[in-house]
């Protein structure tokens, strides 16, 4: 079956760190964008940050420059998202998304090709 998978989410305190993976099983993620999306409790769904196929090119949402860093490696088939001094308010369903094409500004509204389940991530004291 083609799918993505989220892992490495967990409960963290205030300042702390996570990092996330998502891996695509059944076909290459090397060839996609990939997205990771956040939802929280009675939100809407948001983009957190992107990356291009070749890792090249980054982009992120205001909220979260400067505490997370999205990155790549082809070889092993993964893509990161390392969330540091986490706040209560990035408590979230974190999901990763993949889409065959260049990343640009809109990138949070296009219609990507594949999902992953979702991870939780839970900040709080």
């Known amino acids: 079956q083609l799918q993505l998978v989220e892992s490495g989410g967990g409960l963290v305190q205030p300042g702390g760190s996570l990092r996330l993976s998502c891996a695509a099983s059944?076909?290459?993620?090397?060839?996609?964008?990939v997205s990771w999306f956040r939802q929280a409790p009675g939100k809407e769904r948001q983009g957190v940050s992107c990356i291009s196929s070749s890792g090249g090119s980054t982009l992120y949402a205001d909220s979260v420059k400067g505490r997370f860093t999205i990155s790549r490696d082809n070889a092993k088939k993964l893509v990161y998202l390392q969330m540091n001094s986490l706040k209560p308010e990035d408590t979230a369903v974190y999901y990763c998304?993949?889409?065959?094409?260049?990343?640009?500004?809109?990138?949070?509204?296009?219609?990507?090709?594949?999902w992953g389940q979702g991870t939780q991530v839970t900040v709080s004291s």
């Open positions: 059944g076909f290459a993620l090397d060839y996609y964008a």
């Open positions: 998304a993949a889409l065959l094409g260049p990343i640009s500004s809109g990138w949070e509204d296009w219609k990507y090709d594949y």
